[in-house]
Structure formats: C-alpha cells, structure tokens
C-alpha cells in the first residue's frame, strides 16, 4: 500500500522526525510514503499546529534527506495545505514553486472555530451541528473550485468526535461539494485516522466514499499518523472499504502529476 499522508514534529502535535516514519513504513511493508506535513501560513493562521515559513527549508530538506537514504519505501514530498478564504492567494503562488509531490487539501476551520481541535471541541454542544456540517462542505466545495489542491483529506472531519446529523442530511449537503471535487480532477483521501478518534470511523464514511465512487473520483489512502507507529495504520480496513464501494485502482503520484495503478500494485521509482 501507499501512506499518502504522515506529518512529523514540525508541525507541533506530533513525534518523530521523517527517518522514523520512513523505517515504519519500511517496517510495515508500505511501498509508497508520502510527507504532507502542515503547511505554513505567513499570515499567522492557526500556529499551534504548523511549521512557521522559516522552519519549512528544514522539513523540505529532512524529506530529502529521508528519500536518499534508502531505495524502500519511495518517499514522496508533500503537504497538507487549509484552505480558509485569506489563505487562497499565498497558496496560489507558493504551492507551485515549493515542486512537491502532491498537496492535499483540507478544511479545518469554519471562521474562527477550530472544529476538530479538541481544545475547541466544548462548541459542539452549543452549534447548531447540521448548520456546521453545511457551512464544511461548502468551504470544501471552495476547497476543489480553486484547483490548487490534489487530494481532499478526510472528507468528513466534522464527524471525529462524534458530532453528526442524519446520513440523509449529510448526503444531501455533501453532493454539491462531491461534484466540485469530481469537476476539479481532484482525488479523493480514505483516511483511517478516524479509527483512532472518538467516531471510531473510517473518513468517509461508506455513502459518501459510495457518491465518489459514482463521480469516479479516485482515491488514495492515509494514516495522517503523528506518530511513526501509526504508518499505514488498520490499511487493510482501508483497502476492504475500497473495494466493497468497487475500486479496482488507486492514485499514484509524482511531481503533481497523478496515475491510476491497480490496489496492489508496487512502488515504480
């Protein structure tokens, strides 16, 4: 399998430098590795979770570095990049200079609110959840019209601890930020970080993994581990969910340029 999306110390909440995420997928039999740490944001978006933009020449370099040192796993250099409106316009300039691998897309703020920080997770019981639900997917449907990104992560992140509306609803707000996806090209993340969250959950849930699968969006897979151990974690949940929706394939990617390869297909350097 390929990890597609795994962070490293910079970006404060986790542990582990690149070299110990690389001999854990190494460990474990992942093919691909791919580094998507938290981008930097120069306008001081959201700190506590993030590289500052000075610090970025040393994650770019300890993934460098982590590639060279051994042929297995093929590692790949990215980001996790937010987007949140006054983000649009650095993002719109640096992503393409930075020659990353991929860039993932995620939303994890509905104006002020850190929806998925459990510092902030007491909101939750003062919101009105499906108006939240509905104001994510439309910032996720200005996430894909913007086609600066090339994967959505964890598409339905509002769900981590546990906060939901009906699956009705959840379809019907959700199939409008689908179809911007799908019109994008972009790809879409199967991400078992969920698992280890209060939803004990895989992102996406099986109804909206099954709507990508009618919009032939293509997937990938993640841990978005902050831990070394938690590389390509529970991947066979993963692969099972992927297939019983009817995948046959899975995003391979280099320097933002994207193939389809079949489930278990190997690593090409």
């Not at 007491?122 to 910032?139: C, H, K, N, Q």
């Not at 902050?226 to 320097?255: I, T």
């Amino acid at each position: 399998m390929y990890d597609y999306h795994v962070h490293s110390a910079l970006c404060r909440h986790a542990t582990g430098a690149a070299a110990d995420y690389v001999l854990a997928a190494r460990t474990t039999g992942v093919a691909e590795l791919g580094f998507t740490d938290h981008a930097p944001a120069p306008d001081g978006y959201d700190p506590g979770n993030r590289m500052v933009m000075e610090q970025f020449p040393r994650y770019r370099d300890e993934v460098a570095a982590a590639a060279a040192a051994a042929p297995e796993p093929v590692v790949l250099f990215g980001i996790e990049a937010d987007y949140y409106p006054a983000g649009v316009g650095f993002l719109r300039d640096w992503l393409p200079a930075q020659k990353f691998d991929l860039v993932l897309g995620a939303v994890h703020y509905i104006g002020g609110w850190g929806f998925d920080n459990p510092t902030a997770l007491r909101a939750w019981e003062s919101v009105d959840v499906t108006g939240a639900w509905r104001e994510y997917f439309r910032l996720l449907g200005e996430l894909a019209a913007t086609r600066l990104f090339d994967v959505v992560a964890h598409l339905d992140l509002p769900k981590k601890f546990g906060h939901r509306p009906k699956d009705r609803e959840v379809i019907e707000m959700a199939q409008p930020a689908l179809d911007r996806i799908a019109a994008a090209g972009m790809g879409l993340e199967i991400s078992t970080s969920g698992l280890r969250k209060a939803v004990k959950e895989i992102y996406p849930s099986p109804f909206l993994l099954a709507l990508a699968r009618e919009r032939q969006i293509p997937i990938c897979f993640g841990s978005d581990a902050h831990r070394p151990e938690d590389v390509a974690f529970a991947f066979d949940q993963a692969l099972a969910l992927a297939r019983a929706a009817g995948y046959a394939q899975m995003l391979q990617f280099r320097k933002r340029e994207k193939q389809l390869v079949p489930l278990d297909a190997p690593a090409k350097a």
